[in-house]
C-alpha cells in the first residue's frame, strides 16, 4: 500500500523538534515515508532568543536525514499554529489521498507510523471514520476503540475527509445550536467544548482543533484510538508555560510493538467517554492544576490546543479509584425505585442544602443574579413564554399572580422572576418542599411575597393559586403518577412542567451521579415519557405552549438520547 506522507509543524523549539524527529526517525516505515516540514516564521514581536531558535529549527529540518524524502517549506511571517495548520494540510493533501500530522511537541512509539498507516487503509472507504488517532493515557480497554473527539497532536486522516474541515466557527456554532447538537458537542452538558468554540470564534483563542471537533459532531463521524497510546505530548515540560512534566512522564508507557488489530465494530465505545470526563474532573480538582492554571487567559490560551494532554496527568488515579465515584451524568435502567434508591446519596442531605442555602442568600442579597441547583448565576436568564405567562395573568387578574410552586426549593424560580415583574404587582408565591427547606425557608426567606408549607393543602386553606409550577421536580417522586393525579384535582387554572427530562414514549429509571463541583450527590430520577405525563393531563388540561428550557440540551443514555422540554397547560 502507499504510505501515507508525514507533516510536521514547527516554530521555535529546537529541543523538541529534535526529539520529535528521532523518535520518527526510530519508527517502522520511517525510512520508506515522505516528510513535509512546515516552519512557522518569527512574530512582530520577536526576541533575540527566538530569532534564535527559529533558526536553528529551520537549520535542524533543512539537514533532516532517514526519510525518502523531506521538503522544508519555511514561512516567511508568522501564521499561528492554527492558520498553519489548515494551509499545510490543504497544500499536502491536494497532492496526497491521506496524511499524518505530527506536531513538534510529541514522541513517538516505533510502531507509531505502522498503525496509522494501517488504519488508514482499512478505513480509506469508510466515511464514518474521520481520522486516526494514537494518543491513550486515560482508558484501559485491552482493544483499540473509536470516540467522536478526534484526536490533534499525532493523527491521520484523509483527503475527502478534511474537506469537511470548516474554518468558520461561528458557522459551525450556529448548526450545533440548530442541529440540536450543542449537547453531544459537550459531552451530554458534562465539557464545555461549546464555550471553548465561542472563545475561538470571537478571536480570544487560536484553534482549529475545536473546529475539527465540531466538524466531527455535525457529520456523526468518529476517530480511532490505540489500546496502547503510540504518542507521549512533551509539550509541557519544564520550560513550557504549564507544568506537570515529573508527574505525567512517570505514567507513560508507549506500545512497543504492533497493534493494528482493528476487528472492532465501527461504533462509539461510551466507556471511553465517561474516562475522560472521570480524567478531566481529578485534573481540574487537583491541587496541582489548580495551583499552575489558575490565571484565566492561561486556560483559555492553552486549553483548546492542549486538551489531549491534560488527560495524561491522573493515570494512577483512574487505577486506584473507581471511575463511577467521580462520574457525573444519567445512568443505569433500575427496575424499581428502592433499587436505585439504595446505591445513591439521596437529594435530602445536608450538604445539598447548604448550597441551596447559600447560593440563595447571594441572590437575595444581590451578590448573584439567580440560581439554579445551588448554582449561581451573574446574568439573569428566562423563558420568554414563561415570562408571559405571568405577564398575561397579572394583566387579568388586576394585576395579581398566586403560584403553588411545588418542590421549589428555597425559591429559585420566585428570585428569577421576580425582578422581572411588575415591581407594584401583588405576587403570593408558595413553595411546598421537604421539611427542612420549609423550616429554614419560614425562618429566614418568607415575607409578604414569599411563603414555605409542608404540604399543598395548606397553600389551597390560604389562596387559589393561578399557577400549578413543576419545575425539575417530577423525575425525582417516587409516584410521580400519583402525585400529578392529586395536584390535578386541585383544578389550578395553568400547569407549568418546566426543565424536565423525558424520553419520547418510554420511561427510564436511573441513577442520577451529581457533578462534584456542584455538590456530592445521587438520586434515582426517573426519566419521563413525555407521551404518558400528557396524556396524564389530557383530561382536564390541553397544552398550549411547549418551553425549551437548555437550547435543545440532550442527555446520552448509550443506546437513546433524553431532552428537556417544558409544556404550559391549561385547565379545559
Given at each position: ?6 507533516v510536521i509543524?514547527?516554530?521555535?523549539r ?7 524527529l528521532n523518535?520518527l ?7 520508506e ?6 516552519c512557522d516564521?518569527a512574530?512582530?514581536?520577536?526576541t ?12 535542524i ?18 501564521k ?8 499545510g494540510l490543504?497544500?499536502v493533501?491536494?497532492?496526497y ?13 516505533p510502531?507509531?507510523?505502522q498503525?496509522t498507516?494501517?488504519?488508514l ?7 464514518k471514520?474521520?481520522?486516526?488517532g ?5 482508558y484501559n480497554?485491552?482493544f483499540?476503540?473509536f ?10 486522516t484523509?483527503?475527502?475527509r478534511?474537506?469537511?474541515f470548516?474554518?468558520?466557527g ?6 450545533l445550536i440548530?442541529?440540536?447538537l450543542?449537547?453531544?458537542f459537550n459531552?451530554?452538558?458534562?465539557y464545555n467544548?461549546?464555550n ?8 480570544q483563542?487560536?484553534?482549529?482543533a475545536?473546529r475539527?471537533?465540531?466538524v466531527?459532531v ?5 476517530s ?10 512533551i509539550?509541557?515540560?519544564a520550560?513550557a508555560?504549564?507544568?506537570f512534566e ?27 467517554v465517561?474516562?475522560?470526563l ?6 481540574k480538582?487537583?491541587p496541582?492544576?489548580l495551583?499552575k492554571?489558575s490565571?484565566?487567559?492561561k ?8 486538551l489531549?494532554?491534560?488527560l ?7 487505577v486506584?479509584k ?11 435502567n433500575?427496575?424499581n425505585?428502592?433499587?436505585v ?6 437529594y435530602?442531605?445536608?450538604?445539598i ?16 443574579a439567580?440560581?439554579r ?6 446574568k439573569?436568564?428566562f423563558?420568554e ?8 395573568i ?16 428555597l ?6 422572576y421576580?425582578q422581572l ?11 411546598v418542599?421537604?421539611g ?19 404540604r ?6 390560604k ?8 419545575s425539575?421536580?417530577?423525575?425525582y417522586l417516587?409516584?410521580?403518577y400519583?402525585i400529578?393525579n392529586?395536584?390535578?384535582e386541585?383544578?389550578?387554572?395553568y400547569?407549568v412542567?418546566d ?6 414514549d ?19 430520577c426517573?426519566i ?5 405525563v400528557i ?10 405552549n ?23 397547560l391549561?385547565?379545559k
Amino acid at each position: 500500500m502507499p504510505l501515507a506522507p508525514i507533516v510536521i509543524f514547527c516554530y521555535n523549539r529546537p529541543v523538541h523538534l529534535t526529539k520529535t524527529l528521532n523518535a520518527l526517525k526510530s519508527n517502522v516505515l520511517a525510512k520508506e515515508s515522505s516528510v513535509f516540514i512546515f516552519c512557522d516564521g518569527a512574530k512582530a514581536n520577536a526576541t533575540e532568543a527566538d530569532l534564535k531558535n527559529i533558526n536553528e529549527v529551520a537549520n535542524i529540518c533543512n539537514n533532516l536525514k532517514g526519510f525518502a524524502s523531506v521538503e522544508v517549506i519555511i514561512a516567511t511571517v508568522n501564521k499561528g499554529l492554527q492558520n498553519s495548520v489548515i494551509a499545510g494540510l490543504n497544500y499536502v493533501l491536494e497532492k496526497y489521498e491521506k496524511v499524518i500530522v505530527v506536531e513538534d511537541d510529541v514522541v513517538t512509539s516505533p510502531y507509531f507510523l505502522q498503525f496509522t498507516n494501517d488504519a488508514l487503509e482499512k478505513y480509506k472507504d469508510n466515511t464514518k471514520v474521520l481520522s486516526v488517532g494514537s494518543w491513550n493515557y486515560y482508558y484501559n480497554k485491552g482493544f483499540n476503540f473509536f470516540n467522536h473527539m478526534p484526536d490533534t497532536i499525532a493523527w491521520g486522516t484523509w483527503r475527502n475527509r478534511w474537506k469537511l474541515f470548516e474554518p468558520d466557527g461561528k458557522k459551525l456554532y450556529d448548526q450545533l445550536i440548530e442541529r440540536k447538537l450543542m449537547n453531544k458537542f459537550n459531552l451530554g452538558g458534562r465539557y464545555n467544548f461549546e464555550n471553548m468554540l465561542k472563545l475561538q470564534y470571537e478571536g480570544q483563542i487560536s484553534s482549529w482543533a475545536i473546529r475539527w471537533t465540531a466538524v466531527a459532531v455535525l457529520n456523526d463521524t468518529l476517530s480511532l484510538y490505540p489500546k496502547i497510546s503510540l504518542s507521549q505530548h512533551i509539550g509541557f515540560d519544564a520550560n513550557a508555560t504549564n507544568s506537570f512534566e515529573n508527574d505525567y512522564n512517570k505514567n507513560i508507557e508507549l506500545a512497543q510493538g504492533n497493534i493494528s488489530d482493528f476487528d472492532i465494530e465501527v461504533k462509539e465505545d461510551a466507556a471511553s467517554v465517561e474516562a475522560f470526563l472521570y480524567i478531566e474532573n481529578e485534573i481540574k480538582n487537583s491541587p496541582s492544576y489548580l495551583k499552575k492554571e489558575s490565571p484565566l487567559q492561561k486556560i483559555k490560551t492553552n486549553i483548546a490546543k492542549h486538551l489531549p494532554y491534560r488527560l495524561k496527568q491522573a493515570v494512577k488515579k483512574i487505577v486506584r479509584k473507581q471511575p463511577e465515584q467521580e462520574i457525573s451524568g444519567w445512568f443505569g435502567n433500575y427496575k424499581n425505585w428502592q433499587e436505585v434508591e439504595k446505591e445513591c446519596l439521596g437529594y435530602d442531605s445536608t450538604a445539598i442544602f447548604e448550597k441551596v442555602k447559600q447560593a440563595t442568600l447571594k441572590v437575595k442579597k444581590g451578590e448573584a443574579a439567580f440560581e439554579r441547583d445551588s448554582v449561581t448565576f451573574d446574568k439573569i436568564e428566562f423563558d420568554e413564554k414563561l415570562l408571559t405567562l405571568f405577564k398575561t395573568i397579572l394583566k387579568e387578574n388586576n394585576n395579581k399572580l398566586s403560584i403553588l410552586d411545588f418542590g421549589g426549593a428555597l425559591g429559585s424560580v420566585y428570585y428569577q422572576y421576580r425582578q422581572l415583574l411588575d415591581k407594584n404587582a401583588s405576587i403570593n408565591w408558595n413553595v411546598v418542599e421537604q421539611g427542612h427547606f420549609v423550616d429554614y425557608g419560614k425562618k429566614e426567606l418568607q415575607d409578604n411575597e414569599l411563603y414555605f408549607y409542608y404540604r399543598s393543602q395548606e397553600v389551597l386553606n390560604k389562596t387559589k393559586p393561578n399557577v400549578l409550577l413543576l419545575s425539575s421536580v417530577l423525575s425525582y417522586l417516587e409516584e410521580p403518577y400519583t402525585i400529578l393525579n392529586s395536584l390535578m384535582e386541585l383544578s389550578i387554572r395553568y400547569i407549568v412542567i418546566d426543565r424536565n427530562l423525558f424520553l419520547q414514549d418510554e420511561e427510564r429509571l436511573t441513577k442520577q451521579i451529581v457533578p462534584k463541583n456542584i455538590y456530592e450527590a445521587s438520586y434515582p430520577c426517573r426519566i419521563l415519557s413525555e407521551k404518558k405525563v400528557i396524556d396524564t393531563l389530557s383530561s382536564k388540561y390541553e397544552v398550549i405552549n411547549t418551553l425549551d428550557p437548555y437550547k435543545g440540551l440532550e442527555v446520552d443514555l448509550g443506546d437513546k438520547k433524553a431532552y428537556f422540554k417544558g409544556h404550559i397547560l391549561k385547565l379545559k
